[in-house]
């Protein structure tokens, strides 16, 4: 009786969206591979799923965001801070996905704290800082998946693949509560591309 199989994983030597085409191309061939139908895109703008659209007329794929109009800080060329909301969440964005038959699901990130001032909610930024060891993009993979079981467009237990960025895995979906229950949770079934390394600019980004 055989004890397993030997998969391979893609290994990109840096992250970034630079990544991004070869990520698509992986994904689709994984999908085929395992008659998955279902393609998950954590996105801000929809440009990776207009891609994978672009690339296959006919397989499922759903875009995740952040949250409705939900504002950011971002720097500008000018080194200022800037407030933006998501591209996802305006009109002609959401016309564009819907004409490229693309579900959107926006909503709360699941690992995202509630901003309390002057505390730090541990538990879930421990979550995020234990899947970033493998790769940043994973958190984004694995929350995307809960989104998207929680809004009813994956079921639970359902096999997707899912991506951000440089990352992508294929994932037994499970609802956000039932994340860790040890028969109903989350599993992250295989790894089908990750960056090797962190790019010193994003080390700079993160504080290091």
Not at 36 to 50: E, H, L, P
Not at 67 to 91: L, R
Not at 123 to 132: Q, R
Request: with cysteine; hydrophobic share 40%; charged share 30%.
């Amino acid at each position: 009786m055989e004890l397993g199989e030997e998969k391979s994983i893609y290994y990109f030597n840096e992250e970034g969206q630079k990544n991004t085409n070869k990520v698509l191309e992986l994904v689709l061939k994984k999908a085929q591979e395992l008659a998955i139908n279902k393609i998950i895109i954590f996105t801000s703008n929809g440009d990776t799923a207009f891609e994978l659209r672009r690339f296959n007329k006919e397989i499922e794929i759903i875009a995740v965001s952040f949250p409705y109009k939900q504002e950011f800080n971002v720097k500008d060329k000018n080194g200022e801070n800037k407030k933006v909301i998501p591209e996802t969440s305006k009109k002609k964005v959401r016309e564009k996905l819907f004409d490229n038959n693309i579900e959107l699901v926006q909503g709360t990130m699941p690992f995202n704290e509630i901003i309390i001032p002057g505390t730090r909610e541990i538990k879930k930024s421990t979550i995020v800082n234990t899947l970033s060891l493998i790769s940043r993009g994973l958190s984004f993979c694995v929350q995307s998946v809960l989104m998207a079981t929680d809004a009813g467009v994956v079921e639970k237990g359902e096999d997707v693949i899912a991506m951000s960025a440089d990352t992508a895995v294929v994932v037994n979906s499970a609802n956000s509560q039932w994340l860790f229950h040890p028969v109903k949770g989350l599993q992250i079934k295989e790894i089908i591309c990750k960056a090797h390394k962190i790019t010193q600019e994003n080390k700079k980004e993160q504080g290091e």
